[in-house]
């Protein structure tokens, strides 16, 4: 079967570092994405990571472990707008997006 | 310039009620999504659509029927509408849905959609 996981709900400080995780299981994978989803709004492209390793842009970065099945989104230098949900979600074998229920980032002063 | 737009942001209606949501891409993209988040913020994909033709279909309640005039629009028609169906529903679009290049998703802004 397929499964994906994250954390409901992380706190961080500002200005500091936080890396979000996410597991999933899944028999095809095509690669695996971080969307972030500000309250009320729509989710919007963070990362895609089809290969093993770590992918950088800017204060974030994506890190992908295929043979884990496991993924991180690292958040450097953390700012009061960064407060949102953190999606996850894999391409499986018929590209299909398969999503995780989201982590919900709050930063405190 | 708005690249995938929906139409109501907001829908309040009766049980048994019949409604439609509209959504439309500038992008050119070849194919577009609908999904339900639920309070929960599960992200569910309920259809897709590639040129004009269904190529995802979840096992969601035949009440749902999506139609795709042409390749920049697909719309959300739903029937007898239950309490159940309270939800924000979002169209997305993206380049292609196979391949060997990955299908980066824009999402519409959502439609909230509550039953009483």
């Known amino acids: 079967g397929q499964n994906i996981d994250q954390p409901t709900e992380m706190t961080a400080t500002e200005g500091a570092i936080v890396q979000i995780n996410c597991t999933y299981q899944?028999?095809?994978?095509?690669?695996l994405f971080w969307y972030q989803q500000h309250a009320g709004e729509a989710p919007t492209f963070l990362s895609y990571?089809?290969l093993d390793g770590l992918e950088e842009k800017g204060r974030f970065s994506s890190f992908l472990s295929r043979s884990k099945g496991y993924s991180y989104l690292l958040l450097k230098e953390l700012q009061m707008k960064d407060s949102a949900s953190y999606l996850c979600?894999?391409?499986?074998?018929?590209?299909?997006?398969?999503w995780g229920a989201g982590t919900k980032l709050i930063i405190k002063p | 310039d708005t690249a995938v737009s929906q139409t109501p942001k907001y829908l309040v209606t009766q049980m048994g009620n019949d409604k439609s949501i509209k959504c439309e891409q500038n992008?050119?993209?070849?194919?577009m999504y609908w999904y339900k988040q639920d309070s929960k913020k599960f992200l569910k994909i309920m259809f897709s659509?590639?040129?004009?033709?269904?190529?995802i279909n979840e096992t969601v309640p035949n009440r749902f029927s999506p139609k795709s005039p042409d390749k920049a629009h697909l719309n959300l028609h739903i029937n007898s509408l239950e309490l159940g169906d309270s939800a924000v529903y979002f169209c997305?679009?993206?380049?292609?849905?196979?391949?060997?290049?990955?299908?980066?998703?824009?999402f519409g802004p959502g439609t909230r959609l509550t039953v009483l």
């Open positions: 992008l050119g993209h070849d194919t």
């Open positions: 979600a894999f391409l499986d074998s018929n590209y299909q997006l398969i």
């Open positions: 997305a679009s993206s380049q292609d849905v196979a391949g060997n290049t990955y299908n980066e998703q824009f």
């Open positions: 990571n089809v």
């Open positions: 659509y590639n040129n004009k033709e269904l190529i």
């Open positions: 899944t028999s095809g994978f095509n690669g």
